[in-house]
């Protein structure tokens, strides 16, 4: 049975990597992948040496109770991923293995020995069958304590406004909740097989279960998103799946008809809810949802599994109210040991990438890969988020007055050619730059641009990439090109704005190339010259 638990865990790892992939951006998708390995090494080994003693007590336990550690050592790592999945995007590896040590020595084993006949969870009245609920919960109150430590990814929050950071492999995200599905059932199913107490009928109603509450929650989702945003969004239908497969695991095969629809239907419109409300009002940047998913799954699953058990009777308000205590606390204790664990860490040896770093992406800044700029979004940068952790990253320097531009000659317009009222400016820079770029050029008047990704070089050379080892000989560099239109803005005010925006005083910082336009014809009117150019909102 053990070795179905195995199968159980490499499943649902699949399924974490392929969803990863599908919730982060381009630019981060081969780190965010890699740290889900790193996680699952760092917190089998720190599980081994300390955890599997802290939770049984006996420093001889991982000889004498082999079995014992090759079924627990498959929930710790599905623990230590929850935990870690909040973080991606943005965080040093030195964070993934803070959690997994947190994890893997301390708070896994206490759970799952608090859980115990004799521990105090159990004493408390506290009733979670599977033994997955509390698993759920914890897991995802850490994870999302993590992400507001750390903080949200560059550009998510500009301006007090929450921006979208998708990635371009969202179609990978079926893959993964397929996966996941298939994973858990493995890991409850083994589950089942090895308990002495386990009877034909809860086998019926574990595979009840298990279809219809993602099923139920799924609909419920769809309905919910639809009234809510008056329109359907495919992740937040996926993330609706998964909490129906998170509740389905932690007390499907204990719930009677009615509890699992009921659950399905509650799930469903909550974590949509949720996930939309932690984003746009907490402001804490979860790129997969999965903090939410898991934690409100996780408590859903203990609240109903003692309102409608199978072939029981709901509990009394005594035991309800017992289960409900148990469960924030277990939750508070969770996120209080994360929250100092992480401060310390972070004031003493920083959590967080740089600034630079982040911006180009952690699989070229990080690991040396080449870079995959798959969307504008992903290079939307903005200002740097106000949290602590952030505090003290560079900003852009100032310009220094003698390298301010000398530009004079070229601000009298009326001096010019008359051909050359209407003028395209095209700059070429780097992908970090462009909100910094689009703002300042904003703020001067500018309305409208076209960007563009291109490759290209310059005095840099290119960019070293390495890959299996072997260095990826590529003399392009990852560039954006921004194009606009003006003609009522003077050149200097132009260029002295771009400066603004784009000088590091670094090799890189980018070019502007000026030139005169003919003329200008807007379809739509037959308006030509700088008549086509304004808009009756600048009128």
Same mark, same amino acid.
């Given at each position: ?170 179609? *990978?995200? $079926?893959? %993964?909740? =397929?996966? #996941? ?7 409850? +199913?083994? &589950?089942? /097989? ?112 003692? *309102?409608? $058990?199978? %072939?029981? =009777?709901? #509990? ?7 289960? +409900?205590? &148990?469960? /924030? ?211």
């Amino acid at each position: 049975m053990a070795i179905l638990s195995i199968m159980g865990m490499f499943s649902i790892l699949l399924a974490f990597i392929f969803l990863t992939i599908a919730y982060t951006t381009d630019k981060n998708s081969g780190s965010s992948a890699f740290h889900k390995l790193l996680v699952m090494v760092v917190v089998t080994v720190a599980f081994l040496i300390v955890g599997f003693g802290l939770m049984t007590g006996n420093n001889r336990a991982i000889i004498d109770g082999a079995p014992l550690f090759i079924e627990s050592v498959g929930l710790v790592i599905v623990a230590a991923i929850i935990a870690t999945s909040a973080i991606d995007e943005r965080a040093r590896p030195l964070a993934y293995v803070t959690l997994s040590l947190l994890v893997g020595m301390v708070l896994f084993p206490l759970l799952q020995r608090w859980a115990v006949s004799t521990g105090w969870l159990t004493q408390f009245g506290f009733y979670d069958p599977s033994g997955l609920g509390r698993i759920h919960l914890t897991m995802g109150v850490v994870a999302y304590i993590s992400a507001w430590v750390i903080g949200p990814r560059l550009g998510k929050y500009n301006h007090s406004r929450v921006q979208a950071l998708p990635s371009q492999s969202l179609f *990978l995200a $079926p893959i %993964g909740i =397929l996966f #996941a599905w298939l994973g858990w059932g493995v890991v409850m +199913l083994s &589950a089942l /097989l090895v308990s002495p107490t386990t009877d034909l009928q809860q086998f019926y109603r574990l595979g009840f279960s298990f279809f219809l509450i993602p099923a139920v929650s799924f609909i419920s989702a769809s309905l919910f998103c639809y009234l809510y945003f008056k329109r359907l969004d495919i992740s937040l239908l996926y993330n609706g799946l998964l909490i129906g497969i998170v509740i389905a695991t932690s007390a499907g095969a204990e719930l009677s008809s009615l509890g699992a629809v009921l659950s399905g239907l509650i799930g469903g419109a909550v974590i949509v809810y949720l996930i939309s409300w932690v984003d746009k009002k907490l402001k804490v940047d979860d790129p997969l949802g999965f903090a939410t998913v898991h934690g409100v799954g996780g408590f859903l699953a203990l609240s109903m599994v003692v *309102l409608f $058990p199978r %072939g029981g =009777l709901p #509990a009394t308000y005594a035991q309800f109210f017992n289960q +409900l205590l &148990a469960s /924030l606390m277990i939750a508070a204790m969770a996120g209080v040991v994360t929250l100092l664990v992480l401060k310390v860490v972070d004031i003493t040896l920083g959590l967080r990438v740089s600034e630079e770093a982040e911006s180009f992406g952690l699989d070229s800044s990080i690991y040396r890969l080449p870079n995959r700029y798959g969307s504008f979004s992903s290079m939307s940068v903005g200002k740097v988020p106000k949290k602590e952790a952030l505090k003290g990253m560079a900003s852009s320097p100032s310009i220094p007055d003698q390298l301010e531009l000398n530009v004079d000659e070229l601000a009298d317009i009326a001096a010019l050619p008359q051909l050359a009222v209407i003028r395209r400016f095209e700059i070429l820079t780097n992908p970090d730059r462009l909100e910094r770029l689009t703002q300042e050029l904003n703020a001067i008047g500018v309305s409208g641009l076209n960007v563009a990704n291109v490759t290209g070089f310059g005095v840099q050379k290119g960019h070293n990439s390495f890959y299996r080892g072997i260095e990826v000989e590529s003399h392009f560099l990852p560039k954006i090109k921004v194009e606009t239109i003006v003609s009522t803005i003077s050149t200097k005010r132009m260029l002295q704005a771009i400066q603004r925006a784009l000088y590091t005083g670094h090799i890189g910082d980018g070019k502007v190339f000026i030139s005169a336009i003919q003329d200008v014809v807007r379809v739509s009117t037959g308006a030509t010259g700088k008549d086509a150019l304004i808009y009756p909102q600048d009128e």
